[in-house]
């Protein structure tokens, strides 16, 4: 598979350091009993970064767990979060950082994170390549773009302060257009700037036969506060609380999938296809690829496994937000994630090598 993320990646290999793939362990279930049902809301409709639920969901590891899982499309990695609790959902694949300031503006009954997928933050502000904006500082005065609860958005605080900017000093133009018409807006030179993830500004101008690298530089959170997680599985308080083997065995599963979607990317992609109308392998091939070797290929994932999270980089995040954003009050760590459901190390999935 030949497929690039970046104007700095070229064809990778499939090949990947990864743990045992066991089974995951099955829920105690009576003869006949239903499988228990999951309503899981992901952060957009089914694409290539969601390639281990769809692998799992068709090798039937949610089954075999005595789970059935329904997957909602969402619209945006920070949205997922609030939509959990109004919504009724039981879990979400939403943004880490969003958590955070939920939790610090309506702690109850807010998610709880069980598994971080994405040990690096994808989040971004793509500008023109040949424009005057090569750093933070000189997003001030300028008109950026965004959806209007972009996860990057949410973020942005954090970001600004740590690069000598007041967030405020940014105008934040906020749109329901699609990311291919918002990140075209800047190429255009209409906009100086569009908020998002990495994977999703590249992917999005592929499907309208633009190569971003051609037209765009990235000013990325990670270079910044690289302190801050991305993508992760986080559950209601509620369904924890009554259903935590369930929960447990939701995580094995999904880390099984991470497994094997590591070891075979094409498997990865063939479960997707399976599962969504909207599937492109010109676009879909590379944004899975880029997560893999990028948000899901953390240093810290190669120590302690994707899915877990450092107490010090947690309690890192929480008060990088809470300080640059204002925000009333500060969660402890433990409000924000647990390891708990958490597979032992030795079973863990590992980033690609």
């Known amino acids: 598979m030949n497929l690039t993320r970046r104007n700095v990646l070229t064809a990778m290999s499939a090949a990947a350091i990864i743990a045992p793939a066991l089974a995951a362990p099955a829920l105690a279930q009576g003869g006949g009993d239903a499988p228990l049902k999951i309503r899981l809301l992901l952060n957009s409709g089914i694409a290539g970064p969601h390639a281990f639920f769809c692998l799992a969901n068709q090798r039937g590891y949610?089954?075999?767990?005595?789970?059935?899982?329904?997957?909602?499309?969402?619209?945006?990695?920070?949205?997922?979060?609030?939509?959990?609790?109004?919504?009724?959902?039981?879990?979400?694949?939403?943004?880490?950082?969003?958590?955070?300031?939920?939790?610090?503006?309506?702690?109850?009954?807010?998610?709880?994170?069980?598994?971080?997928?994405?040990?690096?933050?994808?989040?971004?502000?793509?500008?023109?390549?040949?424009?005057?904006?090569?750093?933070?500082?000189?997003?001030?005065?300028?008109?950026?773009?965004?959806?209007?609860?972009?996860?990057?958005?949410?973020?942005?605080?954090?970001?600004?302060?740590?690069?000598?900017?007041?967030?405020?000093?940014?105008?934040?133009?906020?749109?329901?257009?699609?990311?291919?018409?918002?990140?075209?807006?800047?190429?255009d030179g209409n906009v100086d700037g569009v908020f998002g993830f990495v994977n999703t500004v590249i992917a999005a101008l592929r499907g309208i036969d633009i190569d971003a690298r051609e037209h765009l530089d990235f000013l990325e959170f990670t270079d910044l506060v690289p302190e801050l997680y991305g993508n992760a599985l986080m559950f209601s308080p509620s369904f924890i609380e009554e259903n935590p083997e369930a929960v447990r065995a939701f995580v094995?599963?999904?880390?099984?999938?991470?497994?094997?979607?590591?070891?075979?990317?094409?498997?990865?992609?063939?479960?997707?296809?399976?599962?969504?109308?909207?599937?492109?392998?010109?676009?879909?091939?590379?944004?899975?690829?880029?997560?893999?070797?990028m948000e899901m290929n953390h240093p810290d994932a190669a120590v302690h496994g994707i899915g877990d999270a450092t107490d010090e980089r947690i309690a890192r995040s929480i008060s990088l937000m809470v300080d640059s954003a204002g925000l009333p009050r500060s969660p402890a760590p433990e409000e924000i994630f647990t390891r708990e459901f958490l597979p032992p190390l030795e079973e863990r999935a590992r980033p690609v090598g």
Do not use: W
């Open 252 to 293: 094995a599963a999904v880390n099984r999938g991470i497994i094997e979607t590591i070891a075979d990317p094409d498997a990865g992609l063939a479960a997707v296809a399976e599962m969504s109308p909207k599937y492109r392998p010109e676009v879909d091939g590379p944004r899975l690829m880029g997560t893999l070797e």
């Open 62 to 187: 949610f089954k075999e767990a005595g789970l059935e899982v329904e997957f909602a499309p969402g619209d945006g990695a920070a949205s997922v979060v609030p939509r959990v609790p109004i919504e009724g959902y039981d879990a979400g694949y939403g943004d880490v950082n969003m958590l955070i300031k939920l939790a610090a503006l309506r702690p109850e009954n807010c998610p709880k994170v069980v598994h971080v997928a994405f040990s690096g933050t994808p989040l971004t502000i793509a500008v023109r390549k040949d424009g005057p904006i090569k750093e933070a500082k000189d997003l001030a005065g300028k008109v950026i773009i965004g959806h209007p609860q972009d996860a990057a958005i949410e973020a942005f605080p954090p970001y600004a302060v740590a690069g000598g900017l007041d967030p405020n000093a940014v105008h934040i133009l906020r749109s329901n257009a699609s990311m291919a018409q918002n990140s075209k807006e800047v190429i």
